[in-house]
């Protein structure tokens, strides 16, 4: 296994940007007083939540237990706690919002809202909170499907913190800022899944966005931006997740009319940040507002007066990575900016993909960013803001642009505009292509300079720029142009350093918060995780085999499952039907192989996501010739279910670290509340294909590529959500169905895959596009080793294929089976992870698994440093007799055994788990807190 490290911005995990001055953050309730309850069943003193706000005094907690609440509330009191006890969520009644605040020093915890739709109501109709007062904090609350916004702003909110939960589907945007002051939304996850809709909630448009919000409503379905956005100050966006927005990921073009003094209506936002967060595959939406016609992409500010964008991740949006109008006192460092060019091969699409574009604005600073994979990297120009005149505002523009890494965009890496308005200091960059005419303009009207302070013509050797990863090889010049940034090495942020659970063995800690170093970070993440669980006595596994197996003897005769999934489980075109699908469906051939065996049943019942609570439990998939468990006039917990089935998205990992496991928890959780014991099964689904074919359908050139990374990095990736998933809930029973494995490796096998006995088998016989769904034929085989791993044999002998499913697989169908078979049970060999002979005898299977796996590794001295260091001590050293034995064994020669005597005893690592400085007493922390 090639260990190659990435070496330079992944060298080493950057520390989270701390904003200098940060806004004012809320004063906690004071939690003195009474705890009222509140529960439909009528087992609390009050049965609606308004009712028992309404009741408290200052000081008092409302803890409000699981269910559905049919009510809007508002809070005008002070001192407050508001908590949820379980899965609550608010459905409205009527009224223009969701939860509204405008009292002081209130705590709101744990709640969903959504399905708010009123209209024409001004301020803030249709939004899912509205915050209002003052000393506000909302902690992992859920915002989604309403008419307008999830979590939204008016002028007089001062001293908010949003933090963790997520907004999705609400029509205009996760966060609304229609004014205020002081206020940090932190750890939120804001998206769409829908591209199109109204009202409805069926999509997203905007992340975050101010821009005429002081009277944001809909009417008629179509939201109106009204002017006169009120002003705003001490904004901190910081650790959010934005992604898959139509619109920009996040949109701060403050509007009034009645004061702005410029033709474009523009306000200024005062103190902005926007700080380790990440923002990805937003801007789908075209646009021809600026002439010609364009996609929108990841961020956009317009006339922020300073503050900071700082340890980003802005990646695969549409046109921008991040694009700036007339912005002061605005510094932009230390940002990972790649790949923004989604748009570029759309049809009459003329304005295309720029990295990083900087219009106007007194006093930027550009340091320390790393831009590439775009038409243009960095764009320098004057280009006013909606009709403003650029002279009449600013004399003379200043930017300095120092230190960043520029390279790899297709027909200019660097461009500037305009050097009669714009003063521009240029020095210690790379800058890997520009044609020697704009060379020429440089030197000779803005900087004599030019060549000669900064790297031009250099290649910075990114590691896999191909596949998305642009940390460096060994020899890169990238490395020490950071490092010479001013205030100090800017390194890229790992997206989420911390797992979420405590680490109390400091070697498992640090090898977390320093695998990112390692362009391999799943693996190292993944023994981490294993050991965790070694420890807890909940596994004995190893890296590259995690399957839980059935023993023949010990399999089900009879499976009554419950899948939460997705399109690679239950695929569906127009016009089919939810409660009687066939061929593109894995359960559907699972019923038909059970039927053919008189000694097997097969129920099965299932549902879409998304999932918020026990409420949205619904069986909305039947299959045909499938029995059902479940009639809702029933409980889910009385219809015996023995598994449910969770299925991972193929795409997943492109945005969220292993151990994210949002997406499932909550379902997780309640199911096993309502049926405790189930085993929870993992659809190991196989991978996006979109990412390694020019297009549908592949080439085999390009199929076998794409094969060997599902079969890799991409399976590696999935060991490690499975083992998170078990380290998050070890009290529960987790069990991988290796699909992708068996599947993937079977179309690659030499004898019998599309080389061998299934060669007459076309892509297009298999797949239908690049996500790729498939057609009956690939989930008649996915069936098969379902079938398999559920019930410990290969499907009945006896079965009679049908004639949708190719002939070549019916003709072969007897070594599928066993290849299936043997390939979900682990009897064949999966173990490629090599062994070198330390020089002695590694006694714990986790730190000879590290020695092993640091081989050809760029920091292997420093990772086996670690290993030794756990077995011989803080004392060792090169003078004991250990390391004089290792410094004769050939197999060390390359040890680099300096390291010992210059590497620092490391202190303990420090791994902030706590959402923030909210903390609820104990007895309440116990029963509310989840992870």
Known sequence: MNMQMASPLFAQTAAPIVVDTPPQTPTAPTQT????????????????????????????????????YAESISITGTDLTLVA?????????GSPHGVYVSGSQILV???????????????????????????IALLNNVSHSNAVAGFQTLETADAVLVEGGSAYNNTSSGVALGGGTNLTIRNVELYSTGTNGGPDG?????????????????????????????????????????HDHPGYGIRISAENGTLSTRPSGRIDTFDFSLVNSTITDNGSDLSSWVGGLYHLGGVLLQHINGGQVSGNVMQDNYTWGMDVYNSSNLLISGNLITDNNRG????????????????????????????????????SSWIPDSGDDFTNEYATATHTILNNILSGNVEVDFEVIRDDVIARVIEDNLITFMPQWLIDYIRDDIDPAFESANSLGLDPLFADPANGDYGFQPGSPAPAILADAPGGPITPPDPNPDPGFDIANPLLAWLWVLSPASEDAPILRLLVLRQLLEDAAAADVTPQD?????????????IRQFIFGHSLMNHFSDGDDLTNHSGTATPYWMAQFAAADPNHTYQIDGMFGPFESAEDLFPQWGFEGAESVW?????????????????????????????????????????????PGMTVYIYEGWADMAPFIASFPPTMDEFMNYANYALGDYQVWMDAHVAAYQAARPEVTFEAIPINQALIGLLVDPELGLQGALSGVSMTDLFEDDAPHGTETLYFLAAVAMYSHQFGEPIPSNYVIPPEVHPLVAANIGAISDFMFEAVTGDAPTDPI???????????????LLWALSDDAEDMPFLRFLVLRELFGEDASTDSFEFAELAEDPLTENLGLEVFQTVPALPEPTLDVEPSSFLLPDDVAEDVLVF
């Open 109 to 135: 915890q744990g709640f969903t809202v959504n399905g708010i739709m009123d209209e024409g109501y001004d301020g803030y109709s249709g939004s899912g909170f509205v915050i209002a007062g003052q000393d």
């Open 631 to 675: 009639d809702t006039e029933f409980s889910f917990a009385s219809v015996d279910f023995d598994s449910v089935v969770i299925t991972p998205f193929n795409f997943v990992q492109q945005h969220q670290s292993p151990q994210d496991l949002s997406q499932f928890l909550p379902f997780i959780d309640t199911v096993m509340q309502l049926e």
């Open 344 to 379: 570029d091969d759309t049809p009459d699409v003329t304005i295309q993909s720029a990295g990083l574009e900087i219009n106007g604005g007194q006093n930027v600073t550009i340091t320390g960013n790393v831009v590439a994979g775009h038409h243009a990297g960095l764009f």
């Open 202 to 242: 069926s999509f997203q448009y905007f992340g975050v966005l101010a821009d005429n919000l002081g009277d944001l409503r809909t009417v008629d379905g179509q939201i109106t931006f009204i002017e006169d956005q009120a002003p705003m100050s001490h904004i901190l966006l910081d650790g959010l997740n934005v």
């Open 33 to 68: 007083g009474s705890t009222l309850r509140v529960a439909t069943d009528g087992t609390g003193e009050f049965t609606s939540i308004q009712a028992a706000i309404d009741a408290a005094n200052p000081g008092d907690r409302i803890v409000v237990s699981a269910g559905t």
């Open 834 to 848: 090599p062994d070198p002979d330390p020089g002695f005898e590694i006694e714990f299977p986790f730190l000879a």
């Open 546 to 558: 995690n399957m839980q197996t059935l023993a023949p003897g010990d399999a089900p005769d009879e």
């Open 85 to 93: 006890d379980g899965a609550v969520t608010l459905t409205g009644d």
